[in-house]
């Protein structure tokens, strides 16, 4: 067990040592492209599988012959509910982090733009469970708390100031949007909008 604690600490430390020596080798405005990059595609791919994995789960009951079957149908978002309710209450141990949007707000006004990494995948697993299963709801609100929530966990692990991760967290949900609805340009308004980046060129060229 000693071992493997100190085999771990070695490991994060040497991550340390190499996010520092990136930071001072390409500075702060370059660094801070690179990583906004990587956040864009790491928003991107969740807000992907996130509607192919809706796709595919409705089309299960009609791969299954449920077309014929109208009252199946009919049950299967209670179905998903149940299994949402199981998922949070037995798999995150009850813990989720609230609404999508207005959780996200909330982190970046009161939390200084720090999500829990609990936002990184309850959001999106409990939103593919209820509206894959027909729930009337919509994606892009955990797309957006997912995506957050991993660019929050990158300013931490490089230790940002409040600035440079807001606009990280902005490029996060520029890039979830732009993926989910095909329109970067609206994603752009919605992060200069919502999440309020500064009208400034270090903010924009990131997005």
Same mark, same amino acid.
């Given at each position: 067990?000693?071992?493997?604690?100190?085999?771990? !600490?070695?490991?994060?430390?040497?991550?340390?040592?190499?996010?520092?020596?990136?930071?001072?080798?390409?500075?702060?405005?370059?660094?801070?492209?690179?990583?906004?990059?990587?956040?864009?595609?790491?928003?991107?791919?969740?807000?992907?599988?996130?509607?192919?994995?809706?796709?595919?789960?409705?089309?299960?009951?009609?791969?299954?012959?449920?077309?014929?079957?109208?009252?199946?149908?009919?049950?299967?978002?209670?179905?998903?509910?149940?299994?949402?309710?199981?998922?949070?209450?037995?798999?995150? *141990? *009850?813990?989720?982090?609230?609404?999508?949007?207005?959780?996200?707000?909330?982190?970046?006004?009161?939390?200084?733009?720090?999500?829990?990494?609990?936002?990184?995948?309850?959001?999106?697993?409990?939103?593919?469970?209820?509206?894959?299963?027909?729930?009337?709801?919509?994606?892009?609100?955990?797309? @957006?708390? *997912?995506?957050?929530?991993?660019?929050?966990?990158?300013?931490?692990?490089?230790?940002?100031?409040?600035?440079?991760?807001?606009?990280?967290? *902005?490029?996060?949900?520029?890039?979830?949007?732009?993926?989910?609805?095909?329109?970067?340009?609206?994603?752009?308004?919605?992060? @200069?909008?919502?999440?309020?980046?500064?009208? !400034?060129?270090?903010?924009?060229?990131?997005?």
């Amino acid at each position: 067990m000693a071992s493997e604690t100190q085999e771990k !600490t070695g490991i994060l430390g040497r991550l340390d040592r190499l996010q520092g020596e990136l930071w001072d080798r390409l500075g702060p405005a370059n660094s801070l492209v690179l990583l906004a990059g990587v956040i864009g595609m790491a928003a991107g791919l969740l807000a992907v599988l996130l509607k192919n994995g809706v796709g595919w789960l409705r089309s299960l009951p009609e791969a299954a012959g449920g077309e014929g079957a109208p009252e199946f149908l009919f049950i299967l978002p209670i179905i998903g509910l149940i299994l949402t309710h199981v998922l949070v209450r037995k798999g995150f *141990g *009850g813990r989720h982090p609230g609404p999508g949007i207005p959780a996200t707000l909330h982190a970046l006004s009161r939390l200084r733009a720090r999500l829990s990494r609990m936002s990184m995948v309850s959001p999106a697993a409990t939103s593919l469970m209820t509206v894959g299963f027909g729930g009337s709801a919509g994606l892009e609100a955990p797309a @957006v708390q *997912g995506s957050a929530a991993i660019a929050s966990e990158v300013a931490d692990r490089f230790n940002l100031e409040y600035r440079h991760r807001l606009v990280l967290i *902005g490029c996060a949900a520029t890039a979830s949007l732009a993926a989910m609805f095909k329109a970067p340009l609206a994603a752009i308004v919605f992060a @200069v909008e919502v999440i309020m980046i500064d009208l !400034t060129t270090a903010s924009l060229v990131p997005l």
